[in-house]
């Protein structure tokens, strides 16, 4: 696999806010509105929460991730998605090591994450068990919903 460009991301640019619309969009098709727990533009935009977007060595976008501060120790993952034209290249793993990585240099002693407990989140699911991630309750404010897993890792 090539290279990917990681980049900090103001989440200013057409391409960017086209993945995430098409995120949310896919996240209400499969999941009740009231278990949607994907961020919109603007509340990636709020303090405490660092976007980042992932380019193709040809410049196309790739996908992107984010981290959202809970606390000084731990922080939840937030709006990882790839770009379809690049699923099941790797694509998923890289935003995900950068934002475990980024978590560690920022000082996180755990990140947890919130994702869908239906069919199609499954390959997201392995690829957060494959990373260490195991199952846990609900956190910083969440609650218990068939609709939804838990997650965490210790850093």
């Given at each position: 696999?090539?290279?990917?460009?990681?980049?900090q991301?103001?989440l200013?640019?057409?391409?960017?806010?086209?993945?995430?619309?098409?995120?949310?969009?896919?996240?209400?098709?499969?999941?009740?509105?009231?278990?949607?727990?994907?961020?919109?533009?603007?509340?990636?935009?709020?303090?405490?929460?660092?976007?980042?977007?992932?380019?193709?060595?040809?410049?196309?976008?790739?996908?992107?991730?984010?981290?959202?501060?809970?606390?000084?120790?731990?922080?939840?993952?937030?709006?990882?998605?790839?770009?379809?034209?690049?699923?099941?290249?790797?694509?998923?793993?890289?935003?995900?090591?950068?934002?475990?990585?980024?978590?560690?240099?920022?000082?996180?002693?755990?990140v947890?994450?919130?994702?869908?407990?239906?069919?199609?989140?499954?390959?997201?699911?392995?690829?957060?068990?494959?990373?260490?991630?195991?199952?846990?309750?609900?956190?910083?404010?969440?609650?218990?919903?068939?609709?939804?897993?838990?997650?965490?890792?210790?850093?």
């Open positions: 696999m090539s290279e990917f460009e990681i980049r991301d103001d200013r640019g057409g391409e960017v806010i086209a993945l995430l619309e098409q995120h949310l969009a896919e996240m209400n098709s499969h999941t009740p509105p009231e278990s949607v727990h994907a961020l919109d533009v603007d509340r990636l935009r709020a303090p405490g929460v660092t976007f980042w977007s992932v380019w193709s060595p040809d410049g196309r976008l790739a996908g992107c991730g984010a981290l959202k501060r809970i606390d000084d120790t731990h922080a939840e993952i937030k709006s990882m998605r790839v770009a379809d034209d690049f699923r099941r290249q790797g694509v998923g793993q890289v935003v995900l090591r950068h934002l475990i990585d980024a978590a560690r240099a920022a000082g996180y002693r755990r947890s994450l919130e994702t869908g407990s239906n069919p199609p989140f499954e390959a997201a699911r392995r690829l957060y068990e494959r990373n260490g991630f195991t199952y846990c309750g609900p956190f910083d404010g969440y609650v218990e919903d068939p609709w939804s897993v838990f997650m965490t890792l210790e850093l």
